[in-house]
């Protein structure tokens, strides 16, 4: 037997042992829909996953019926059904079977295209399985089992390239990137969720045809972007985005990066520096999440740590120097965060993310020094107090942007955040560093001053609170003792 034959038989008995798991649900969607005269197909993602032997909780189908007939018919198969996507063509339901919660989505059969300057697709329904499939993003997608009949459609042979690791598009790349060029983005998504390689001529396309994903909205484009990130391994999306161009579009920075070499780590450049400090944020990430050493199956990729640290260095394209025979990036922190911030707002991510990321950019240097000279309880308090609740993730991109190969460095390196964080858990069990107020609150100030309401409160708590990071608790009536006398000491 031949090893793609081999590989084609354990994928084979992998699918007949997750479909099977369904098969009550499967076959009562089947009935009702086979009753009204319609048919049902299990297709693309799902039929893709139960082949590789990870089908999830999420049923995807499709069928000959359209969309009002399909809630119709879902309504006597759940109470819970909802038709969100109905213009789509897509209703939705969920059902508890077998002692699991599932999800089912229906779609009509489809036929999409944009037109050349729309960033939305026309929906058109099909009226057949076979047209629905060749209009499918790649051949590993392009799958189905009659639901009713119980056989398997794969015209396009994608059982095979699924096999074989490879993304195919089912009809000429060109006129499949062309319907629709947010698949271009997908194929960076799959080499990266499902460690695929995109074939010559489908790779070739998306080189010639990338900047047509500027036509997508920014949403589904960012939408994509995360799911690439949040896969285990995002590199090899990364770096066939790069390849490809599409991050010239989408993610201008990231490209930029590969003209620069990082001052500290000159057998790569910065690009590859930002991947592999990612790598290493992902394997810190999920370090944290262990439970007796062991990985926690409910672990929840973190989308903020893995953007800072892909975009901790963009600023270093437009700050480099040469001073004194040396190459220098003055400032990166602070300009990266500004362009991040720009870049993330044009993708139209959440401003909580977005604040989040270009805060931990902006302070990603602050560690640097520590070791080299001794940081008071003081540089300790205002590093937590900058941080807030961003201190967990800092921690991660800190020590993940160390990817020296010098080991005398890298453990001087680790040695010294590790000395960080024990000082950080001694002054937090001492003072509530997570709660670091002053000593007095805005009516005891107005109180001690004889003072109402007004922006001189706000002066007067701000001089407590720095007074309260530099010396620790003084307790209320030290603090009103040093606030009146910073008040008489006040120019008028």
């Not at 005398?408 to 003072?431: F, G, P, S, V």
Request: aromatic share 6%; net charge negative.
């Amino acid at each position: 037997m031949s090893d793609s034959t081999a590989a084609l038989s354990q994928v084979q008995r992998r699918a007949v042992a997750e479909l099977l798991r369904t098969a009550p649900l499967v076959d009562e969607l089947g009935r009702l829909f086979d009753e009204a005269g319609e048919e049902l197909y299990l297709v693309g993602g799902s039929v893709r996953d139960a082949l590789l032997g990870r089908l999830g909780n999420d049923l995807d189908f499709t069928t000959s019926a359209g969309p009002d007939r399909t809630e119709e018919i879902l309504r006597r198969f759940s109470r819970s059904v909802w038709s969100i996507g109905k213009e789509f063509g897509t209703i939705g339901a969920s059902r508890s079977a077998g002692g699991r919660d599932w999800v089912v989505e229906i779609t009509t059969f489809r036929a999409d295209a944009y037109s050349p300057d729309s960033r939305k697709p026309v929906v058109a329904f099909g009226d057949n399985i076979t047209d629905d499939l060749v209009r499918r993003d790649f051949t590993v997608n392009a799958m189905a089992v009659d639901v009713v009949n119980r056989v398997f459609v794969d015209p396009h042979d994608g059982l095979r390239d699924l096999a074989a690791g490879v993304l195919r598009t089912p009809s000429a790349p060109r006129v499949s990137f062309s319907d629709d060029p947010l698949r271009m983005m997908r194929a960076a998504r799959f080499a990266a969720q499902l460690g695929f390689t995109v074939e010559p001529a489908a790779f070739n396309a998306m080189t010639v045809m990338h900047e047509r994903i500027a036509i997508v909205s920014a949403e589904r484009v960012r939408d994509e972007l995360s799911k690439l990130l949040l896969s285990d391994a995002p590199r090899p999306g990364l770096t066939l985005m790069v390849a490809s161009g599409l991050a010239d579009v989408v993610l201008p920075e990231l490209p930029a990066m590969r003209l620069e070499r990082d001052e500290h780590f000159r057998h790569k450049d910065v690009f590859e520096h930002s991947l592999t400090v990612l790598d290493q944020a992902i394997a810190l990430e999920k370090a944290r999440d262990c439970k007796d050493g062991r990985p926690d199956p409910d672990h929840e990729p973190d989308l903020v740590i893995r953007l800072a640290a892909l975009l901790h260095d963009i600023g270093k394209p437009a700050t480099r120097a040469l001073e004194g025979g040396k190459v220098t990036f003055h400032h990166h922190d602070v300009v990266g965060a500004k362009l991040a911030r720009r870049r993330l707002r044009a993708l139209h991510y959440p401003r909580s993310v977005v604040d989040a990321v270009c805060q931990l950019i902006e302070q990603h240097l602050r560690f640097h020094g520590y070791g080299e000279q001794d940081w008071t309880d003081s540089a300790v308090r205002r590093y937590v107090r900058d941080a807030g609740d961003q201190l967990e993730h800092l921690h991660i991109l800190t020590r993940s942007d160390c990817t020296t190969r010098n080991r005398r460095k890298a453990e001087r390196l680790r040695r010294a955040y590790d000395e960080l964080e024990a000082r950080i858990d001694e002054l937090r069990a001492q003072e509530e560093l997570d709660a670091m107020r002053p000593d007095l609150d805005g009516n005891q100030i107005m109180e001690v001053l004889g003072i109402g309401p007004g922006p001189e409160v706000g002066t007067a708590y701000r001089y407590l609170l720095g007074l309260r990071m530099d010396e620790g608790p003084l307790g209320a009536e030290r603090a009103a003792e040093a606030l009146r006398a910073w008040w008489a000491a006040r120019p008028r």
